[in-house]
């Protein structure tokens, strides 16, 4: 019976999240100049994030949901992803896109996100799969590539906002958008990359929380990624030039997290998650 409750769970925090989703990216796209207050660059990504949001995101969402519900393991690893993505783009929207309409709507979304995320972690981390799990998946290939994802962007980030500081600067990615400060260089460095580069020392240290939370971080990726691979796309067509040698890393490293995902699913799935 409380594994009934749990899973119900799931779909009682993803229909109203995903009802706040699609609200707020058909606003964002059937609005005539609803985000005229922002330049044309955050213009262009608001409107492709909005795309992303409800074409890509939103039935993932519902489709994981269902069959987590249904108590499939592998969708349960792919739902928390796509949940820390939200709680990631509504970050961002509250943060960083100018006072509208849908204020409150980007609010209730990401603490809905927040939360959903805060009770798969407090449900998940209670269990104790066992540590032969760690040889039947590339638990140090995974670490390798989050340790190499945190460090380079790390670098990438650093290498933009250092010297603006030195120079007295504001870094161009900041002009560009018309922003007070970059939220993504606010999330990865603060919270984000520490979390990848912490889920790294515990896969090499063979801990579960690792075991558990690296599948996660995989799913994330692969939305992230896909994402931002769409936005270079849109952005280009709406006449903000861009490199599409960003798509093009992009897609690959979708490709990669979810090739590493699918090994953890399969055989993590067997297993009684909730």
Not at 106 to 116: D, I, Q, T, V
Request: aromatic content about 14%; charged content about 10%; hydrophobic content about 55%.
């Amino acid at each position: 019976m409380g594994d009934v409750k749990n899973r119900t769970i799931i779909l009682w925090l993803s229909l109203p999240l995903a009802i706040l989703v699609t609200i707020a990216s058909i606003s964002g796209l059937t609005t005539a100049g609803f985000y005229s207050a922002e330049t044309p660059n955050w213009q262009a990504q608001s409107v492709g994030q909005d795309i992303v949001d409800l074409f890509l995101i939103i039935p993932a969402l519902l489709i994981s949901s269902y069959y987590a519900y249904r108590r499939h393991n592998g969708a349960l690893l792919i739902w928390a992803g796509i949940i820390a993505f939200l709680v990631y783009t509504f970050t961002i929207y509250c943060f960083a896109v100018h006072f509208n309409k849908l204020f409150i709507i980007y609010c209730l979304s990401l603490g809905l996100s927040f939360y959903a995320m805060a009770w798969f972690l407090l449900t998940i981390l209670k269990n104790d799969l066992p540590g032969i799990f760690f040889k039947e998946v590339p638990y140090r290939l995974t670490a390798v590539y989050f340790i190499v994802i945190g460090v380079v962007f790390y670098i990438l980030w650093l290498t933009e906002i250092i010297p603006a500081i030195l120079n007295q600067e504001v870094p161009p990615s900041i002009k560009e958008a018309g922003l007070f400060t970059n939220t993504v260089h606010v999330i990865d460095l603060s919270v984000f990359l520490p979390g990848v580069l912490i889920t790294a020392i515990f896969l090499l240290r063979k801990k579960i929380t690792g075991l558990i939370m690296a599948p996660v971080l995989l799913s994330f990726f692969v939305w992230m990624n896909l994402s931002i691979g769409g936005l270079v796309i849109y952005m280009n067509r709406a006449g903000v030039e861009q490199e599409y040698t960003v798509a093009v890393i992009m897609g690959v490293l979708a490709l990669l997290s979810a090739g590493l995902l699918v090994v953890y699913i399969k055989r993590i799935a067997k297993n009684t998650l909730l």
